[in-house]
Nanobody, 122 residues
């Protein structure tokens, strides 16, 4: 099971910051990848960022590169998504997911968190 929660308020103004965390109840293995996806109203779920559990190597969508940072805390079995310089187009429900390898398609991930809403106003 994966539990996703928002650290801080879910509604911010453009330019603000938010941090999301995602904790897995089951121990993650080095081969696992923890990913973040988001889904805006009326749109398909899209890849945001991912981190390899073993190496810590990170990957980002072009739309968030330089603004978002994902990291993992192996001791806490938790991953984080730090979102800075938020834009109204970042408004979406954000999900974390665990997969067995890096993939950009949501269908490749079998374990999902419940999602948390992030609203960015202009």
């Amino acid at each position: 099971e994966v539990s996703c929660r928002r650290l801080g308020g879910g509604s911010v103004q453009a330019g603000g910051s938010l941090r999301l965390s995602c904790a897995a109840s089951a121990r993650a293995f080095s081969s696992h990848v923890m990913a973040w996806f988001r889904q805006a109203p009326g749109k398909e779920r899209e890849f945001v960022a991912a981190v390899r559990w073993g190496s810590g190597r990170t990957y980002y969508a072009e739309s968030v590169k330089g603004r978002f940072t994902t990291s993992r805390d192996r001791a806490e079995n938790t991953v984080y998504l730090q979102m800075n310089s938020l834009k109204p187009e970042d408004t979406a429900v954000y999900y974390c997911a665990r997969g067995n390898g890096l993939a950009y398609a949501p269908a490749e991930y079998k374990l999902w968190g419940q999602g948390t809403l992030v609203t960015v106003s202009s």
